[in-house]
C-alpha cells in the first residue's frame, strides 16, 4: 500500500543529544513537510522541499536539519540548539500541483528526558 | 503573510445534530486553496473536504460542506448528522497558489466532541 511511514513512533531524547526522525514514503510525491505539533498551536512549518537535495526553512527551523538526498525521504533532525523538542512530529507530502491535499504520515511523540 | 484562525478551541454537539466549525484567513492572493483536516485521536490527519477559491460553488462531501464566504474570508466546516466517529480535532488550512511553495499553513484546531 502506498503511503507515509514515520519512524520511530515515539523517541526519548537525552539533553544535549542529536536526534533523528525517520519520513519515508513510496507516493511518488515530490514535496515533503515537517511539521511540528503542540498542544493550543496547530501545526507550525519546520522544513519543506519540493524537490530531490533542495529544501527550505519553515516558520519554526532553528534547531532543526534536513536533508533531501533521494526522492522517497525527508529525514528531520533535531539538534541540541532546540530548546523545547518535546512535541509530537508529523511529516507530510504532495504533489506539487496547489490543489491537492497533503499525506501525512502517522506522526512521531519526542520526549526529552 | 497568510495566517488562519479558529476562534473556537472546543465544540459540542448531539448525535445526528449539525455543527458548523469557524474559521477565517488573511491573505493578499486571489489564488489559493482552503482545506479542512481532521485528526482523530489516532493523530493521523485526514482531508475532510477542500474548496478551490476560484470556485463560486461551496464543496461538499457527504455530511460535510462549506459555507466559502471568499469577500469575509471566512471558510466553515459544516458536519451535518454528526456521528460518535466525528469526534476529532479539526484543522482548517490554508495554501497558496500559482505553485510558488505548496506549505499548507494550519489555524490551532477545534476540538469537536459528540455526545450520544
Known amino acids: 500500500d502506498g503511503g507515509i511511514t514515520q519512524s520511530p513512533k515515539y523517541l526519548f531524547r537525552k539533553e544535549g543529544q542529536n536526534v533523528t526522525l525517520s519520513c519515508e514514503q513510496n507516493?511518488?510525491?515530490?514535496?515533503m513537510y515537517w511539521y511540528r505539533q503542540d498542544p493550543g498551536q496547530g501545526l507550525r512549518l519546520i522544513y519543506y522541499?519540493?524537490?530531490?537535495?533542495?529544501?527550505q526553512k519553515g516558520d519554526i527551523a532553528e534547531g532543526y536539519s534536513v536533508s533531501r538526498e533521494k526522492k522517497e525521504s525527508f529525514p528531520l533532525t533535531v539538534t541540541s540548539a532546540q530548546k523545547n523538542p518535546t512535541a509530537f512530529y508529523l511529516c507530510?507530502?504532495?504533489?506539487?500541483?496547489?490543489?491537492?491535499?497533503?499525506?501525512f504520515g502517522q506522526g512521531t511523540r519526542l520526549t526529552v528526558v | 503573510a497568510q495566517t488562519v484562525t479558529q476562534s473556537q478551541p472546543e465544540m459540542s454537539v448531539q448525535e445526528a445534530e449539525t455543527v458548523t466549525l469557524s474559521c477565517t484567513y488573511d491573505?493578499?492572493?486571489?489564488?489559493?486553496?482552503l482545506f479542512w483536516y481532521k485528526q482523530p485521536p489516532s493523530r493521523q490527519m485526514i482531508l475532510v473536504i477542500r474548496?478551490?477559491?476560484?470556485?463560486?460553488q461551496n464543496a461538499t462531501e457527504n455530511r460535510f460542506s462549506v459555507n466559502f464566504q471568499k469577500a469575509a474570508k471566512s471558510f466553515s466546516l459544516k458536519i451535518s448528522d454528526s456521528q460518535l466517529g466525528d469526534a476529532a480535532m479539526y484543522f482548517c488550512?490554508?495554501?497558496?497558489?500559482?505553485?510558488?511553495?505548496?506549505?499548507?499553513?494550519f489555524g490551532t484546531g477545534t476540538l469537536l466532541a459528540v455526545q450520544p
Open positions: 507530510a507530502s504532495s504533489i506539487t500541483r496547489d490543489r491537492d491535499e497533503a499525506f
Open positions: 507516493l511518488n510525491h515530490d514535496a
Open positions: 522541499s519540493q524537490i530531490v537535495n533542495d529544501f
Open positions: 491573505t493578499s492572493e486571489s489564488d489559493y486553496y
Open positions: 474548496q478551490e477559491a476560484y470556485k463560486q
Open positions: 488550512a490554508y495554501r497558496r497558489g500559482g505553485g510558488a511553495t505548496n506549505k499548507l499553513i
